[in-house]
């Protein structure tokens, strides 16, 4: 069965200094693989979404960056984080069943707290 | 472009009553519709979906959703909740084909009364 890792689960991180958060999916190959975020009390806002290896595309502007070096890895970065990054992050995954897309799942998220 | 509008921010109901949770999609194509649940600092789970066949869908826990196109709603209902079911919900739409960038409504957070 596939499986979605994502950590840390907690991040306490000074303004201006870097993160990265990784998300790992296991049990299948070749995902479209998806980074949220949700900030307190507001929905899901996409913030990357990658195809394929190295294929990034980026939903809005601002301070992450993203990055896709295996197949199953998604990588979520920034060189300076600032106050309103924080957030809850979540890594997700879908696939293809008959040429149409599936459902996506989600990891268990990454609660971020820039002081 | 597709977009979510779930109607209620905030539903209080008191255990063992009926709830129901509104959901209105608009978009110009064809798509799958989705009610993911979110526990407490925790991930999203998928609770039900609609992808093509019976409007009417169900999940293992009780609940169930009607896709309604001429309404373009996709309201999730339950008979009888539980404490349990305490929980933020969420309605969300992608497209059937090319990348599925999923749509999100703003949530609907379900309290459960004893």
């Known amino acids: 069965s596939q499986t979605i890792h994502q950590w840390p689960a907690t991040l306490v991180q000074p303004v201006g200094s870097p993160l990265s958060l990784e998300c790992t999916v296991e049990?299948?190959?070749?995902?479209?693989l998806y980074w949220y975020r949700q900030a307190a009390g507001r929905g899901l806002q996409l913030l990357f979404y990658?195809?394929?290896?190295?294929?990034i595309s980026s939903e809005v502007p601002q301070n992450l960056s993203a990055s896709r070096p295996q197949d199953r890895q998604f990588i979520l970065s920034s060189k300076k984080l600032l106050l309103s990054d924080s957030g809850f992050y979540l890594c997700?995954?879908?696939?293809?069943?008959?040429?149409?897309?599936?459902?996506?799942?989600f990891g268990q998220g990454t609660r971020l707290t820039v002081v | 472009a597709q977009s979510v509008t779930q109607l209620d921010s905030q539903v209080p109901v008191f255990e063992e009553a009926p709830v129901e949770l509104r959901c209105n999609y608009s978009?110009?194509?064809?798509?799958?519709l989705f009610w993911y649940v979110q526990y407490p600092n925790q991930g999203l789970q998928l609770l039900l979906k609609?992808?093509?066949?019976?409007?009417l869908v169900e999940s293992i826990n009780g609940f169930e959703a009607e896709f309604n196109k001429s309404q373009t709603s996709f309201h999730l209902r339950k008979p009888s909740v539980h404490i349990s079911d305490t929980a933020e919900y969420f309605c969300?739409?992608?497209?059937?084909?090319?990348?599925?960038?999923?749509?999100f409504g703003q949530g609907t957070r379900l309290t459960i009364n004893p």
């Open positions: 049990g299948t190959s070749n995902p479209n």
């Open positions: 978009s110009s194509v064809s798509v799958y």
């Open positions: 997700a995954w879908s696939g293809y069943r008959g040429g149409l897309n599936t459902e996506a799942f």
């Open positions: 609609y992808l093509s066949g019976s409007t």
């Open positions: 990658s195809v394929g290896i190295g294929q």
């Open positions: 969300a739409v992608s497209r059937i084909q090319g990348a599925q960038k999923l749509v």
